[in-house]
């Protein structure tokens, strides 16, 4: 069921609408706050999410701009929070059988790659982004050289998704194939995920 709420993410916007109002603004800023604050909701959806609220914003049911700046609040606020969540409990959980290992060892093979850039390149790549300020956060980076990177990353992941939502979402091939084009996004959006896992896998 969830899978195919994400995948026909469209309509299941539209029904939110239809059904409450201006209450979808709160509803998108919740789940983009949980799928960047918090380890344990890294399956919420995330780039396809934006990317719908793009297109969906472009038919005028919702306000673009509204769109943006709660998305954009969001986004900084989840990566602050699980920022601060692992510098102060972080190594508690990392023993949670909620917490898997992988994620943290892929993330942490992110940093050990790209440094403090990672916060501003996890944006784009699902798991990493939601586990990457969890592990600033337990390895104490600085917050104010953390803070720089969430904001310009969000803010580049937010206007560069929602803005192709909004120019490309509906035109009439991409809307009348919505969910080929969630699941491409989805798809592509775990490309460097791969990339990187057969590439330690080479190395091993």
């Known amino acids: 069921m969830i899978l195919d709420m994400i995948l026909n993410l469209d309509e299941t916007i539209i029904s939110v609408i239809q059904t409450y109002g201006i209450w979808i603004y709160p509803l998108l800023f919740v789940i983009i706050f949980l799928e960047t604050g918090l380890v344990i909701t890294p399956f919420l959806p995330g780039d396809s999410l934006l990317f719908a609220a793009g297109a969906i914003a472009s038919t005028g049911l919702i306000n673009i701009w509204i769109i943006f700046f709660i998305l954009l609040a969001a986004a900084i606020l989840g990566d602050s ?10 190594r508690k959980m990392t023993k949670s059988k909620f917490v898997k290992k992988e994620y943290l060892e892929k993330t942490q093979h992110f940093y050990d790659k790209y440094g403090g850039k990672t916060i501003i390149l996890a944006r784009f790549i699902p798991i990493i982004r939601t586990f990457a300020p969890f592990v600033a956060g337990i390895g104490k980076m600085e917050y104010s050289k953390f803070i720089s990177f969430n904001v310009i990353g969000a803010l580049l992941w937010v206007s560069i998704v929602t803005s192709a939502g909004f120019f490309f979402g509906n035109i009439p091939l991409i809307k ?10 989805i798809i592509i959006s775990f490309i460097p995920v791969i990339i990187e896992f057969i590439k330690s896998r080479k190395k091993k």
């Open 176 to 185: 009348e194939n919505f969910t080929l084009a969630i699941f491409a996004i």
């Open 81 to 90: 929070t699980n920022y601060l969540i692992g510098r102060f409990i972080g």
